[in-house]
């Protein structure tokens, strides 16, 4: 077995105060998770509904698990019942839903917006002008069963470090727009969700106050 336990030690200590590990366990087994476990994370994230939900059922009960991969709508209801963060919210549309189905499971779900400034066209996420315009919009205030907690986004897959860290930079300068404007006096809106394996050094110079690492804490992904 891949060093799991050794790989996460390692990466936790090159982490700054303030900054958080999502480990992203997509693709990997229940073992790998367990094993990360032991060492006692507990924030773990995944992209598929169906492969959360083998894992949920078969892990302990107090894993934190974030959804990060593109949700659909009609998925939202499968996960609303225990998902602890939904990380990449990119429309309002899809913000409703996640109010219409934590209300119904009765509790409330933390999300990031996504934002999308990476080049590549087919990535997921809100221009900075749909993410104004959402905010502006409004009807996210009356919703009480989701708390937006940040803002989420991956970087362009370049080796230009220089671009990665104007991108990460722009995040950053973004996310102190929207706290000033619309949740100055909110203290849930703090979360920076930046930074993966290849990048995260870089992202943790530029705000970031989460990072999602998955394939150096548990090796290449098996598709
Ligand atoms: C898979 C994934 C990661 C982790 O990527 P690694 O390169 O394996 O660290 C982070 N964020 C998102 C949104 C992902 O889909």
Known sequence: MYDVKGQLNKVRQSLPNGVRLVAISKFHPAEYITAAY???????????????????KVL???????FIGHLQTNKV??????????????SLKLLREIEKQAAKADRVVRVLLELHIAEEATKYGLTLDACRQLLADGEWRQMSH?????L???AS???DEAQIASEFQTAANFFDEVKQQYFAA??????????MSHDYHLAVQ????MVRVGTTIFGPRVY
């Open 157 to 159: 897959n370049v080796d």
């Open 77 to 90: 209801k499968y996960i609303a019942p225990y998902i602890s963060m939904i990380e990449a919210v990119d």
């Open 60 to 66: 302990p009960p107090d894993i934190e698990w974030h």
């Open 152 to 154: 989420m986004m991956m």
């Open 186 to 195: 909110d203290p849930h809106f703090c979360e920076r969700s930046w930074g």
């Open 38 to 56: 032991e060492e006692g994370q507990r924030v773990f994230g995944e992209s598929h509904e169906q492969e959360l939900a083998q894992k949920v």
């Open 206 to 209: 530029h705000g970031s106050t």
């Open 146 to 150: 989701v708390q937006i907690c940040g």
